[in-house]
């Protein structure tokens, strides 16, 4: 009799549930990689007629730690939206769509916000577009929106990462960070004053900077420390203490004042970096507003036009400079 069992927590089963001759051997199904995930979307894909097997090579691209069950969602959504479409067959617009909806949720354009809202809601994402352009080793930008997607989401900026991912560095964690508070930062510089709008945001570089505190060991004031230890039920407990018991008050209070440090030094660099750039926000804002929904490599083309305008402007601040001081 082989008796197999299955958990997403191992880390809280009981050890005489695990000692030798009970569940004595691990067979751990991790996320698939991306030759994994092409293969799960081909087995999903045998009923669906697709345009071309490469457009299931584009969405295994797309969709780093999906799981199963995403990759079949994202087929059947993509026969879905074909289907409304009157299409024979699912093609590769199906299949990215799907992707933005499994991510981000259907888009839900009875959702009418005002003018100013929409202005708003229009910069606070450019701000974050521009924030992942810009800063080394974030994802690369797919799309940018603001038609408000899920249950909350008034907009959305799409980020997709070129490759799979187990490792990241001190700089491109404090990146993802600065990334994530581009986009009230944005508010800031046009309205000077932010909104609830960043609620989200906040959350996830709240998270980022506690794990590069607690988890990482990067920072320099408490040194290469772990202090995230794994919590258990209390019927399980063996013990030993766990979470915030591991560690004195004055500890809690120097990690709370690092991860706010992160936060803060984040907070200025984006501020720099944007305003440097606020006429390109300005600008893509504007275009993002009549359009609604606009790729990275449109932003890409903006930014280089108004770039090549400024150095015009410049060079022709500086003929004009030249030609007073020869005329005195």
Not at 123 to 133: Q, R
Not at 274 to 286: D, G, N, P
Request: charge should be negative.
């Amino acid at each position: 009799v082989i008796l197999v069992a299955a958990t997403n927590r191992p880390e809280i089963l009981d050890q005489a549930l695990l000692r030798t001759g009970r569940f004595d051997r691990n067979v751990v199904v991790d996320r698939p990689d991306r030759a994994g995930r092409l293969a799960i979307l081909k087995i999903h894909a045998r009923s669906v007629p697709f345009e071309a097997e490469s457009d299931l090579e584009i969405a295994a691209a797309m969709t780093p730690g999906f799981a199963g069950a995403d990759l079949a969602n994202i087929v059947n959504e993509a026969a879905l939206l074909a289907a409304r479409r009157g299409k024979d067959t699912v093609g590769s617009p199906e299949l990215q769509e799907a992707v933005e909806r499994v991510i981000a949720g259907i888009e839900k354009k009875n959702r009418v916000l005002g003018q100013k809202e929409r202005e708003r809601v229009a910069h606070h994402e450019i701000g974050h577009a521009l924030a992942g352009m810009s800063l080394p080793g974030s994802d690369e930008v797919h799309k940018i929106s603001i038609i408000p997607r899920g249950v909350a989401a008034l907009g959305y900026t799409l980020q997709l990462p070129k490759e799979d991912r187990f490792l990241m560095t001190k700089s491109e964690l404090e990146n993802r960070v600065a990334v994530l508070l581009g986009g009230r930062v944005a508010e800031e510089l046009i309205y000077h004053e932010a909104s609830t709008g960043a609620r989200d945001d906040l959350l996830k570089a709240t998270d980022i900077a506690k794990n590069m505190v607690k988890a990482y060991g990067m920072s320099e004031r408490l040194g290469q420390q772990s202090f995230d230890q794994e919590q258990q039920p209390m019927f399980l407990q063996n013990g030993q203490s766990h979470g915030p018991g591991d560690y004195s008050e004055e500890t809690a209070r120097e990690i709370d004042d690092e991860v706010r440090h992160i936060i803060d030094e984040q907070h200025v660099h984006v501020t720099a970096l944007l305003k440097t750039k606020l006429s390109i926000l300005r600008q893509a804002a504007q275009v993002l507003l009549e359009k609604e929904t606009i790729t990275g490599a449109e932003l890409k083309m903006i930014a280089e036009q108004a770039n090549a305008a400024s150095v015009q402007e410049d060079r022709k601040d500086q003929e004009e400079i030249v030609a007073d001081a020869v005329g005195q």
